[in-house]
């Protein structure tokens, strides 16, 4: 069975450029999250979705983040405009009814 | 609100010995609570989790928790570990196995030859 997928792995750009991470579940798992980690530190829940439905954004700074899932399956994160401090890894994760939650290798974004 | 500290920032043992990671959490009801494995450049891996129950819980590698919940603790052990076992380690409580998980700030781990 194939994992969490996640792209691009790495990106680098400079500040006040967009860019935009995409993740694909694993199959058939309906809730989807996006967590940042920063250095030296843990996760932190950006968004969850239940299916289409984000449920919990309140940890999103919607000024310059957005997100979709349109579908229902895979889904979009964008950053517009990047800021030095927006460099971390974006890890996305995915569980089925609510069980445990399976995380993709992640994507590094360094903001220069 | 929810928090998990993980008090040792690093750990160093030598391959063979025994190993033990902290993780204090901070949680009003009976919370659900995980250890994640992140290998350099790679996301986390689930290693166990403790939902309800007996509270000695077996993972993968070899590795083992115990709730203990007069100590809000979820210690994670390993009696013997190999140098593959270097990584750094996430305890993470949620308030329900698919909501918000809070991660502590992790434990890197280095193993001696």
């Known amino acids: 069975e194939a994992g969490v997928v996640q792209s691009p792995r790495y990106k680098i750009i400079e500040k006040k450029q967009p860019v935009a991470f995409w993740c694909n579940p694993i199959?058939?798992?309906?809730?989807l999250y996006w967590y940042r980690q920063n250095l030296g530190q843990g996760p932190e829940l950006l968004i969850r979705?239940?299916?289409?439905?984000?449920?919990?954004d309140s940890q999103l700074p919607k000024d310059r983040f957005s997100a979709e899932r349109l579908k229902g399956v895979d889904s979009t994160l964008k950053i517009q405009p990047a800021e030095l401090g927006d460099s971390a890894v974006y890890l996305c994760?995915?569980?089925?009814?609510?069980?445990?939650?399976?995380f993709g290798p992640g994507t590094r974004l360094t903001v220069l | 609100a929810q928090s998990v500290t993980q008090p040792d920032i690093h750990i160093t043992v030598s391959e063979g010995a025994s190993l033990e990671l902290r993780c204090n959490y901070s949680?009003?009801?009976?919370?659900?609570l995980f250890w994640y494995v992140q290998s350099p450049g790679q996301g986390l891996q689930l290693l166990l989790k403790?939902?309800?129950?007996?509270?000695l819980v077996q993972g993968i590698k070899g590795f083992e928790a115990e709730f203990k919940r007069s100590q809000s603790s979820f210690n994670l052990r390993k009696p013997s570990v190999h140098w593959s076992d270097a990584a750094e380690y996430f305890c993470?409580?949620?308030?329900?196995?698919?909501?918000?998980?809070?991660f502590g700030g992790g434990t890197r781990v280095l193993v001696k030859p």
């Open positions: 994760a995915s569980s089925l009814g609510g069980d445990t939650q399976y």
């Open positions: 199959s058939g798992h309906n809730t």
């Open positions: 979705y239940e299916n289409e439905e984000a449920v919990d």
């Open positions: 949680y009003g009801a009976t919370p659900y």
């Open positions: 403790y939902f309800s129950g007996d509270t």
């Open positions: 993470a409580v949620g308030a329900a196995a698919g909501n918000k998980l809070t």
